[in-house]
């Protein structure tokens, strides 16, 4: 069923388990995600980049694919549809075109813009029942052009935005988005510590969840992150596997061209990275 994100990481945070917000890029992407949800009964999120958007054809088309894939699938699991870094300008035309969860990432704001503009999403969001992720501190690498060097979050600044009725909150604590360089110093789980005491148990999203070893991600969740955002590990599996494809030689092979086959091994990639990483947060059997 399609929801917003706020039921399900409220009861994350209360079991101490983590949702999955899987990014889709295509219908391969979507379906993969929907069908391991279902096969693993969890709940799931799936995030959409304003770059994703315009690519699959903007908002409404997303909203629709996903909305009439989750009624063919037969869907039962709670699923959430999430705008990713989303501009205010973003978060809005998102919120009309139906998507139940909101990223407004005014992280890169001073702090009084980024409070007056979360504010506005949050009582526009919240009169459509619709759940609202904000955030302090940049993650680093880089999302849809914007570069961030993985700003850490001043304390006081996320104890003011999560005040302002968000229903998830993100902080820089040393993540990036993309593949992690060797001399990654690793998540500050002080700060982590610190944030989660100010921001009174409102569910914490860990981005850049792609190569964060997993003794440091069940550390996070045990602090209270309940969302982690995973988008560059499916897309490499998806590229592997379609490399491995093709210097095979498979698409020359009867009609390996035709574009069900040749993309059928990238989206069983998908699946088994989704598998894995549901596994690791448990949520399995948590929808």
Known sequence: MLVNAKEMLKKARKEGYAVAQININNLEWTKSALQVAEELKSPIILGVSEGAARYMGGFRTVMAMVRELHDYLGITVPVAVHLDHGTYEGS??????????????GSHYPIEENVAKTKEVVR??????????????????????????GEQADVEE???????????????????????PKNWKGLNFELLEEIANVTKGIPLVLHGGTGIPEEQVLKSIKLGVSKINVNTECQLAFADATRKYIEAGKDLEGKGYDPRKLLAPGAEAIKEVVREKLRVYGSVEKA
């Open 92 to 105: 809005l035309k998102a919120l009309e075109a139906g998507f139940t969860s909101i990223m407004f990432d």
């Open 158 to 180: 996320c104890r003011l935005v999560a005040s302002l009725g968000v229903d998830m909150f993100a902080a820089g604590i040393g993540n990036i988005h993309g593949k992690y």
């Open 124 to 149: 526009l969001a919240h009169a459509k029942g619709v759940s609202v992720e904000a955030e302090v501190g940049g993650i680093g690498g880089e999302e849809d052009g914007v570069v961030s060097a």
